[in-house]
C-alpha cells in the first residue's frame, strides 16, 4: 500500500547520524548509485532498489523528483522470481523420462537427478518474469523521521539493509522501547527506570 492509498500499513524509523556536506547532493548520489537496474536480469531471483514515486519502472532521478520541501520521497522497488512448486515437479518429471529414454535405463542416480533439477530451475528462471513490489518511503531529514509504507517483515528487512547501504545511516525501527530511548524528552534516569519495567499480567 502506498502513500496516496485510502489505507495505510506503516513502519516507523528513527535515522540515526546525519549527512555531512550537501544534504541534497549526497541524498541524489545515493539514490542514483542504489537505484533498481533498468535492465532486469534474466538469472536473479530478487533485485531491490530505489525508484521515484512518479515513475516506479523508469528509476531516472534525475528527471523526476524526489525532495518536496524538507522531506525526501521515494520508493522501494523489489522483484522477484517465483516458480510455483508444482512447475518445477512437471518439468523434473518430464526431463527425467527424457533421460530415461536417451539412456535405455530404467533409474537415474541421485547426482543426475540434482543435475537435472539445476537445470529445469535455471531454465524456468530465465523464463520467468519478475513480479514487482513498490513499497513508497517517507524521510524527514531535520526531525531524523523515516516511514516505510508496508509492515512486512521481508520488505522491513531489505530496506533496513538498502538504506543503510545507500545513505551510510542506520535506520531504527521504533516501539515503545526505542521510542523512549530516540523520541522521547524523559532524563537518564527515567529512561534507566522504564528499561526495567517488566509486564504486569492482571487477572480479575
Do not use: C
Request: proline fraction near 5%; charged fraction near 30%.
Amino acid at each position: 500500500m502506498g502513500l496516496i492509498s485510502s489505507t495505510h500499513a506503516i513502519s516507523r524509523y528513527h535515522v540515526e547520524g546525519n549527512i555531512e556536506g550537501s544534504i541534497l547532493e549526497e541524498v541524489r548520489d545515493a539514490l542514483i548509485k542504489n537505484a533498481i537496474p533498468k535492465i532486469e536480469s534474466e538469472y536473479d531471483e530478487i533485485s531491490a532498489g530505489w525508484v521515484p514515486v512518479e515513475s516506479p519502472y523508469n528509476p531516472d532521478f534525475e528527471k523526476f523528483p524526489f525532495q518536496f520541501g524538507t522531506t525526501f520521497l521515494f520508493s522501494l522497488r523489489i522483484d522477484k522470481k517465483s516458480i510455483p512448486a508444482k512447475l518445477v515437479q512437471k518439468h523434473i518429471a518430464i526431463e527425467i523420462e527424457k533421460k530415461k529414454e536417451n539412456s535405455g535405463r530404467d533409474f537415474l542416480s541421485k547426482n543426475e537427478k540434482s543435475e537435472i533439477k539445476e537445470m529445469v530451475m535455471d531454465v524456468l528462471m530465465h523464463k520467468m518474469p519478475s513480479i514487482p513490489n513498490i513499497y513508497d518511503v517517507l524521510w524527514q531529514y531535520e526531525e531524523q523521521n523515516l516511514y516505510l509504507f508496508t509492515t512486512q517483515k521481508a520488505a522491513n528487512e531489505f530496506f533496513e539493509t538498502i538504506f543503510l547501504k545507500s545513505f551510510k545511516l542506520k535506520p531504527i525501527r521504533l516501539f515503545p522501547y526505542t521510542i523512549v530511548e530516540k523520541k522521547s524528552k524523559f532524563t537518564a534516569t527515567q529512561k534507566d527506570r522504564l528499561l526495567t519495567l517488566t509486564p504486569f499480567k492482571y487477572l480479575r
